[in-house]
Structure formats: structure tokens, C-alpha cells
């Protein structure tokens, strides 16, 4: 066992020295070695350096650590480590200059935030792609999808993702999923329609004006001759398409999106010349097509009808 040691290195192979290093100094200039790096040499592997100026000196060495590290314990009290993007700035400033995230050092509850979710930094979430390029990808809500991904695969690709499911084609459109958004919106539209001539029947037979839904239910069961098969079984079709829609992205909603991200980064970083400015392009959140995928959702079918 040698004395304290940590912070320096062995005189002969130059690596770091631990406490439960067997450990030997230099009865001459006190460098430290492995005692096997010692007894191979036989000597001090400094021995050319005694009596010089340049001789090892433990003493000036540690005065030269502390200083080294009493100025970084400086620049970090005078600096705020990005939680987001892991550049650090100065403390005056309220948000990152690089990534823009808010400092949230300063908000009590907020003062150990994980942005990760419990997830490394460096952990592989799939190709060479880290939970850190995966952070900076998604942008907003990174600690919940982050653990997601890092769980997610072609064994497990169910979870739960209550957005999706009450807004699917908002939910994918936000996130930039176009494909999947557009497809979602027609099928969300195409279920209105289907549903629109039993609407439009109940209403005219001034069944949608009570309010009293066991009675609107009773009314419905007794006019069901009246109202017809055909628009009855267009509006079950139109129900059972929403439905579908609405679980499909919700079970399997979260491992869309990690498939979609990991694709997306892996372009970003082989093509890109500035990968984070494509993150922020590609990724994040686009809250304005949140909004169009809801308003289609909800009033889509007003203007199918509309227009033919």
C-alpha cells in the first residue's frame, strides 16, 4: 500500500497511481512508482534528473495541483454547465447561448433536473447513436422519451403515450413525423365522414337535441329501422378506425419516434456540416402543427362536406 497518491502518476509508465496501488518513492527525490515499474528498472526512472533543477519534487507538484485546481474551481463558479447541451457559460447569462435552454439551476425543485432521464450520456440507444445526440434531437420532454428509447427494440416495442392517443395526428405532426402525421390525418378525416351521415340523421330526426344520453341512446335503439344499415355500419367503420388509430399510435407511438429519431440523427451526423443546428431544424417540437393536426381532427370532415 502506498501513501496518499491520488492525482499523480508512476515516474516510469506515467499511469495514474490508486490507493490500492503497491506503491515505492525514490529515496532520493520521492517519485512515485509501481513497485514493479521500480524493481524492473531497479532505480529511480528519474535518476538522470537528480541534482538538477528539473529534479521531481512531490512537494512542488502538489502546490502546482492545487493551484491548477483551486482556478478551475474558479471558472466554475463564475460559469453554468448546460444541462442540455453540456456547454458551460457565464453565470450572468439566463439561457445557453449554443442550445438556448433556460438555466435552471436557480429554480429549487429544478436544481438536479435530469434531462436524460437516468440514462448515461454516452449509453448506445441503437447504430452509434447516444442518448446525449438523442437529448439534443428531441429537444422538449427529453426525460421521459429518452428512458423510452433506451428501452425500446424489436423484442419491446410497446409502451403508452397518452398524446398520441388522444391526439395522434397532432402528436406526429409536432414531433415532424410528416409521413406518419399526413396518413393519420386522412384516416382521422375518412372515420368523420363515415360517421357524418348518422349525425346528420339523428339530427334531422331532432334526436342530437337532448341532452339526456340514456334517453338519446333509447331514441337511437328504437329508430334504428328508420335510420338504416348502411348508415349504421358506416359509422361503426368510422368508430372502429378511430379507435385503431388511437391504440396503434399509443402502444407503438414511442417506438415510431425512436426509430424516427435515430434515422434522422444518423443523416444529420454523416451529411450535416453543423449537427447541432439540424438538430434543432429536424427534431424539437413544432407546437403550430400540434395545433393543425388537432383542428383537422376535429373539423376536417366540416370541410370535405363543404367542398363536395
Not at 328508420?226 to 368508430?239: H, K, Y
Request: charged share 20%.
Amino acid at each position: 500500500m502506498s501513501l496518499n497518491s491520488n492525482g499523480i502518476s508512476c515516474a516510469r509508465c506515467k499511469s495514474y497511481l490508486f490507493s490500492e496501488d503497491d506503491v515505492v518513492y525514490c529515496h532520493v527525490c520521492g517519485a512515485p512508482h509501481h513497485r514493479e515499474c521500480y524493481n524492473a528498472l531497479g532505480h529511480c526512472a528519474l535518476e538522470e534528473l537528480h541534482g538538477t533543477e528539473n529534479e521531481y519534487s512531490r512537494r512542488a507538484f502538489e502546490e502546482n495541483q492545487t493551484e491548477v485546481e483551486d482556478k478551475k474551481s474558479q471558472a466554475e463558479e463564475s460559469t453554468v454547465k448546460c444541462q442540455m447541451c453540456g456547454e458551460r457559460y457565464d453565470i450572468t447569462e439566463q439561457r445557453c447561448p449554443n442550445c438556448g435552454t433556460p438555466d435552471l439551476k436557480s429554480i429549487g425543485a429544478f436544481r438536479e433536473f435530469d434531462f436524460l432521464g437516468g440514462v448515461p450520456a454516452d449509453y448506445d440507444l441503437g447504430d452509434g447513436v447516444t442518448a446525449s445526440d438523442a437529448k439534443l434531437f428531441v429537444g422538449t420532454n427529453t426525460h421521459r422519451y429518452i428512458p423510452k428509447f433506451a428501452v425500446l427494440n424489436k423484442k419491446n416495442k410497446f409502451s403508452w403515450n397518452w398524446l398520441a392517443f388522444l391526439c395522434p395526428a397532432g402528436w406526429l405532426l409536432s414531433r415532424k413525423m410528416y409521413g406518419g402525421g399526413i396518413a393519420t390525418s386522412i384516416l382521422t378525416v375518412t372515420a368523420a365522414c363515415l360517421s357524418y351521415p348518422l349525425s346528420l340523421k339523428l339530427y334531422g330526426m331532432g334526436m342530437l337535441q337532448n341532452s339526456s344520453l340514456p334517453a338519446k341512446i333509447s331514441e337511437v335503439a328504437d329508430a334504428l329501422p328508420e335510420i338504416g344499415v348502411p348508415i349504421i355500419g358506416l359509422a361503426l367503420l368510422g368508430t372502429v378506425i378511430n379507435v385503431a388509430v388511437s391504440l396503434v399510435l399509443a402502444l407503438l407511438g414511442d417506438y415510431i419516434y425512436k426509430n424516427h429519431s435515430l434515422d434522422t440523427i444518423k443523416k444529420i451526423k454523416s451529411q450535416s456540416t453543423d449537427v447541432i443546428t439540424d438538430y434543432r431544424k429536424k427534431g424539437g417540437v413544432n407546437f403550430a402543427l400540434f395545433l393543425l393536426g388537432y383542428m383537422i381532427a376535429q373539423y376536417g370532415y366540416l370541410i370535405i362536406q363543404y367542398l363536395f
